[in-house]
Structures are given as C-alpha cells and as structure tokens.
C-alpha cells in the first residue's frame, strides 16, 4: 500500500485524520469534470479530488446541497462540503450558509465554517468588504483573527492563473497563496470546473491549513 493512503498514528494537538497534513506544504484541489454539465447546463453538486505534489490522491471532497438551490442560486448556493481520506472517513466539514457575493453590499458578506472532524470547529474563513478586491479573513476555532487573504483586482487577471496571496495579520509578510489554475480554453467555456492550488508553511498549524482548504472552496 502507497504511504500516503496509510493511517499515520495520532499525533499530539492534531485533529484525528489530518496527521497527513503535517507533511506538506501544497496541494492541488482538482474539480471533477462532469459530462452532463458541460453539455446542457444542468448544474450537480460538485466533486473534487485533492492531491499531493506528485498527484496521488490525499482526499476526495463532495458537495451536498439541495437541487433548487444549486439551480436558482449557482455560485451564490450555500454548500456542505466533506472532505473523505482515502479510507472513506470523513475527516473535514466545511459549511457555507447562503449569503451575497458582490463586494456592493457589505452587509451580507461570504464566510464559511471548517470542522475537523465534523463537530469539532477548527477556524472560519470571513470576507472582509472592500469596493475593488476579495479579501477575506482566516481566524481560529475562536472567531480570533489569524491570516489574510487578499484577491486581485475585482477577482480577476488577464493572466492564466489568478493568485489569492495568503498574509500575516499586519500584511507585511506573503506566506502562501491560494491559485486558479489555467484549465485550457474549451474547458473554460463549457464548464465550471475549477483546479486550484495551494501553498502554506510547512510548520502552519494544521487547523489552520484544513481552514485553507476550506478558505479554496469559498473562493
């Protein structure tokens, strides 16, 4: 059996099922394409499979929300997402309830809920209002304030991929960052399917890198 899908024994302050996440400091979130979709619009909960550097599969993570929601609010949708290991045990839950996402209306703002394991709250990810750019807070299980993140110009770039810088609180140190990964020109005409990227510290606590997982799906 491959390393990665082996039970790693229970570390100390760790989550149970997320001692694999104290070994890396990347990840790609790898959306899977889905042929109904793409051919009549018809919009299913999503499925993601997220790797490693060398793309083995590390987690698979599947929305859950209903049909009427996914049609008549889209991106907007609130969303369960669980996130599997490769045993089939649900190791993070992330919860977004539905709110708006222009950066006009400031008073009903995205932000989401990260449990690790389920019932057990890690962090929270809050978007901050701002009139040009997404920038959205990273805090602990305590609602208190840990990391930023800031988007570029209107959520978008003329370039291939677009970078979400992840900060320190006093924004002068880049620690990482979250990227929308180019996916070839039919594929972004025809679906939705995103591939994101993401990189952290090394030694970042591993509550707060399951919130940066989470922190991709909102973006």
């Known amino acids: 059996m491959n390393m990665y899908a082996v039970p790693s024994p229970g570390i100390p302050g760790c989550p149970p099922g997320l001692e694999y996440l104290t070994q890396v400091d990347q990840l790609l979130i790898k959306q899977k394409v889905e042929v109904i979709e793409a051919l009549v619009g018809f919009e299913s909960n999503n499925k993601y499979e997220v790797r490693n550097v060398m793309g083995q599969n590390v987690f698979y993570a599947v929305e859950e929300n209903d049909c009427l929601s996914r049609q008549c609010c ?4 609130p969303f369960n997402i669980h996130i599997l290991d490769n045993f089939g045990q649900e190791v993070i839950s992330i919860t977004r309830p539905l709110k708006c996402m222009s950066c006009f ?3 009903c ?5 990260v449990q690790a394991p389920p019932g057990n709250t890690v962090g929270y990810v809050i978007q901050q209002w701002h009139p040009l750019s997404p920038k959205f807070i990273v805090a602990n299980e305590h609602n208190e304030p840990v990391l930023k993140i800031h988007g570029p110009f209107c959520g978008w770039s003329c370039l291939p ?3 979400f810088e992840i900060l320190t609180m006093d924004e002068v140190s880049k620690i990482g960052k979250i990227s929308k990964q180019w996916t070839g020109l039919l594929r972004e005409a025809f679906t939705d ?3 994101f990227g993401i990189q952290f510290p090394m030694d970042l606590d591993v509550r707060m890198k399951a919130v940066m997982i989470g922190a991709c799906f909102l973006i």
């Open 74 to 77: 889209g991106p907007l949708r």
């Open 105 to 107: 209306f400031p008073c």
């Open 109 to 113: 703002l995205q932000e989401l809920e």
């Open 161 to 163: 991929d677009v970078d």
């Open 193 to 195: 399917a995103d591939n």
